[in-house]
């Protein structure tokens, strides 16, 4: 069973920076891994991603800004954030697909930005 735990979150003023982390249990190397994020009466949407030979997508609103890594060895995915800006509070989710392909999410945490 495929668990992703997600850690790194809270509040931070607007400049500041916060770096999110999430544990995938069950699934090793997955072809992808990556995050999104939902703000309130928002779609989610995709934020970056990672693939398993080191390839990256950004959201163009973030690029710049954000910095996503892979450590296969630990199973981990983490989203480096650094100048954030307000419109950045989001709740973000874990996402990884594995090789059949499937997808599976975490639970989410919270970001919040403040001016």
């Known amino acids: 069973q495929v668990r992703l735990v997600e850690s790194g979150g809270g509040l931070v003023q607007a400049g500041g920076s916060l770096r999110l982390s999430c544990a995938a249990s069950?699934?090793?190397?997955?072809?992808?891994m990556g995050w999104y994020r939902q703000a309130p009466g928002k779609q989610r949407e995709l934020v970056a991603t990672?693939?398993?030979?080191?390839?990256?997508y950004y959201a163009n609103s973030v690029k710049g800004r954000f910095t996503i890594s892979r450590d296969d060895y630990k199973n981990t995915v983490h989203l480096q954030m650094n100048s954030l800006k307000p419109e950045d509070t989001a709740v973000y989710y874990c996402?990884?697909?594995?090789?059949?392909?499937?997808?599976?999410w975490g639970q989410g945490t919270q970001v919040t930005v403040s001016a």
């Open positions: 996402n990884i697909v594995d090789s059949k392909p499937m997808n599976y």
């Open positions: 990672i693939t398993r030979n080191g390839g990256t």
């Open positions: 069950g699934s090793s190397s997955p072809n992808a």
